[in-house]
């Protein structure tokens, strides 16, 4: 490559929307002594396409446009992929010059990546300049780009030009180590001033990074947004923060620096959940900031489980679901029928009919402003269906081990367990000591030193023939445990529902525990106390049979067309 002979170049292309740092980083990469760089090449092609007004009227600047190359064909074979000197070629491209009609070689050939900005920073830059556009900006089209890479196996990196402001050398090393080339610590440093490399609109772009000697960090704070942008900001964030998910590294205020954790169940890394009155994609499916669940826990929710095509005692669940809103006095709830449409629509669009499980939440919805009284809900409440793969949360083959808690169950005169409410702080709190304890739940007590529940399920035991159950005066009447009740008398055993204590659960022949979660599992050791034999026992066995004969042959079929 010495002498100026021309050969093959291995071109890179940096993908963004404008007032991205696009610019520093064309500089970054000319510092490197085996990197050519091309500042825009398909801009001119671009402007004749599309008759783009810009804001340049001199007679020099236009007489530069004209002097690039405008043919699209030419500029992708000739200028982009055409031979040079040395063994890169650098391409800064702005997302919206990728117009329909270029050769399909523009994609195919050469290493890819975007860069991304948050449109916070952007919109009050851009509106500088021009006044910004949904199509000026070319969020749309940089996603579009992403995913045509990804469907030709080629999934470009992603990086934020936050990070190259906190973190240059770092993010810098990163996308290298991405696109397989070597590091270069000249490209952390440039000199000020304009370049021979700038495109003839530099004068009216490129002001503040002439002035640039490499990449500055930002303002710890920054200016206040224009709130009149504010419409624009709501179509690109969107766009931003999804492919801001596929960012190698980031160093954004509040962002975990913990890599992705790995889900208990992979296939549930893609689904759909339904929320408000809308159908989205996991990353998607959130509430507002002003909803009452966010603000107090102000919500209501059940668990439901499907079993082949079937909803097992979805109507029972949607009693309690109605009841414990109208016990909260929520207004403008949604019909049965409104409800039961949404979870039916749900499972279809995901294909989730066995093995399933659904965690349906009402809230009691957004709220006007920020506040605890519910004269601020004006919305309506907000319908959360959320499905997931999950088959029996515990080992019900084997058993499980409970703790004892030193947390109590809150006593009914303070908050009616009857109220199937989503503020779970004080069983949460239980949990925590059975997760410390490695044990799988924990069990409860009630003021009295009497046994309630654990912090999820009801519990039974067997002791001299008699299945023993606490009443439900501290606890939820679990719909499970309803039905196995009901089991227990179908198989002619004696029930007792009354007052336990901890000795007697901790001696009985058998315990286990009931929930739609977990649905029946054998309890063989509470603290150090081994139940019975320490195995599986006969009554849970046939009682878990029993249980599951029910789920085969009864449910809500999902619908089909």
């Known amino acids: 490559m010495e002498g100026g002979s021309k050969n093959e170049v291995e071109v890179i292309h940096c993908w963004s929307t404008p007032r991205s740092l696009s610019t520093p980083l064309l500089y970054s990469f000319a510092q490197r002594n085996d990197t050519e760089v091309l500042d825009e090449p398909l801009y001119a092609n671009y402007l004749m396409v599309t008759e783009e007004k810009r804001p340049y009227n001199h007679v020099e600047v236009l007489s530069k446009l004209l002097e690039m190359e405008t043919d699209g064909n030419k500029v992708v074979r000739e200028v982009i992929y055409g031979p040079g000197e040395k063994k890169?070629?650098?391409?800064?491209?702005?997302?919206?010059?990728?117009?329909?009609?270029?050769?399909?070689?523009?994609?195919?050939?050469?290493?890819?990546?975007?860069?991304?900005?948050?449109?916070?920073?952007?919109?009050?830059?851009?509106?500088?300049?021009?006044?910004?556009?949904?199509?000026?900006?070319?969020?749309?089209?940089?996603?579009?780009?992403?995913?045509?890479?990804?469907?030709?196996?080629?999934?470009?990196?992603?990086?934020?030009?936050?990070?190259?402001?906190?973190?240059?050398?770092?993010?810098?090393?990163?996308?290298?180590?991405?696109?397989d080339i070597p590091f270069d610590e000249k490209m952390l440093s440039w000199e000020a001033g304009p370049k021979s490399i700038d495109g003839p609109w530099a004068f009216c772009w490129y002001a503040s990074v002439h002035q640039s000697t490499g990449f500055k960090k930002t303002k710890?704070?920054?200016?206040?947004?224009?709130?009149?942008?504010?419409?624009?900001?709501?179509?690109?964030?969107?766009?931003?923060?999804?492919?801001?998910?596929?960012?190698?590294?980031t160093t954004a205020l509040l962002k975990s620096p913990l890599p992705p954790p790995k889900l208990p169940f992979q296939n549930n890394e893609k689904l759909l959940a339904w929320v408000g009155d809308e159908i989205l994609p996991r990353e998607s499916a959130k509430v507002s900031v002003f909803d009452s669940v966010v603000e107090g826990g102000d919500s209501v929710w059940e668990g439901l489980r499907i079993y082949n095509r079937k909803i097992f005692k979805l109507e029972e669940h949607l009693d309690r679901l109605f009841d414990s809103a109208k016990a909260l006095d929520f207004k403008n709830v949604p019909t049965r029928e409104e409800v039961?449409?949404?979870?039916?629509?749900?499972?279809?669009?995901?294909?989730?009919?066995?093995?399933?499980?659904?965690?349906?939440?009402?809230?009691?919805?957004?709220?006007?402003?920020?506040?605890?009284?519910?004269?601020?809900?004006?919305?309506?409440?907000?319908?959360?269906?959320?499905?997931?793969?999950?088959?029996?949360?515990?080992?019900?083959?084997?058993?499980?081990?409970?703790?004892?808690?030193?947390?109590?169950?809150?006593?009914?005169?303070?908050?009616?367990?009857?109220?199937?409410?989503?503020?779970?702080?004080?069983?949460?709190?239980?949990?925590?000591?059975?997760?410390?304890?490695?044990?799988?739940?924990?069990?409860?007590l009630d003021k009295g030193g009497f046994v309630c529940e654990t912090n999820s399920m009801n519990i039974f035991l067997l002791k001299k023939g008699r299945v023993c159950t606490p009443h439900a005066d501290y606890c939820l009447p679990g719909i499970t445990r309803a039905?196995?009740?009901?089991?227990?008398?179908?198989?002619?055993?004696?029930?007792?529902?009354?007052?336990?204590?901890?000795?007697?659960?901790?001696?009985?022949?058998?315990?286990?525990?009931?929930?739609?979660?977990?649905?029946?599992?054998?309890?063989?050791?509470?603290?150090?106390?081994?139940?019975?034999?320490?195995?599986?026992?006969?009554?849970?066995?046939?009682?878990?049979?029993?249980?599951?004969?029910?789920?085969?042959?009864?449910?809500?079929?999902?619908?089909?067309?």
């Open 340 to 444: 039961k449409e949404a979870i039916f629509r749900t499972l279809i669009r995901n294909g989730m009919f066995d093995d399933a499980h659904i965690r349906l939440s009402l809230t009691r919805g957004k709220k006007v402003t920020s506040g605890m009284s519910p004269e601020f809900n004006l919305y309506g409440c907000t319908l959360i269906v959320l499905p997931e793969y999950e088959p029996p949360v515990y080992d019900n083959t084997h058993g499980i081990v409970l703790k004892v808690a030193a947390t109590q169950r809150i006593s009914p005169d303070s908050l009616d367990p009857k109220i199937r409410h989503n503020n779970l702080l004080n069983k949460i709190i239980a949990k925590v000591e059975g997760n410390n304890a490695d044990a799988a739940d924990a069990i409860m």
């Open 88 to 179: 890169y070629r650098f391409c800064k491209n702005m997302s919206k010059q990728r117009l329909p009609g270029l050769p399909s070689d523009l994609m195919k050939k050469g290493k890819h990546f975007i860069l991304i900005r948050n449109p916070l920073d952007i919109l009050p830059s851009f509106e500088k300049i021009v006044p910004p556009s949904s199509l000026a900006l070319g969020f749309a089209e940089l996603v579009s780009i992403y995913s045509d890479l990804c469907k030709l196996g080629k999934p470009p990196a992603v990086i934020d030009a936050a990070d190259l402001e906190q973190d240059a050398k770092g993010t810098l090393r990163g996308l290298c180590e991405d696109l």
């Open 483 to 561: 039905t196995v009740i009901d089991l227990v008398v179908k198989e002619k055993l004696i029930l007792e529902e009354r007052r336990i204590s901890l000795s007697e659960l901790q001696t009985a022949e058998e315990v286990w525990t009931t929930g739609t979660m977990g649905e029946l599992t054998p309890v063989l050791k509470i603290d150090t106390r081994v139940i019975g034999d320490g195995k599986v026992g006969q009554v849970t066995q046939r009682l878990q049979a029993a249980y599951k004969k029910l789920t085969e042959d009864l449910g809500v079929p999902i619908p089909s067309n």
């Open 220 to 249: 710890k704070y920054p200016e206040p947004f224009p709130f009149y942008l504010y419409d624009l900001l709501e179509q690109s964030l969107p766009l931003y923060n999804m492919l801001r998910r596929h960012v190698r590294k």
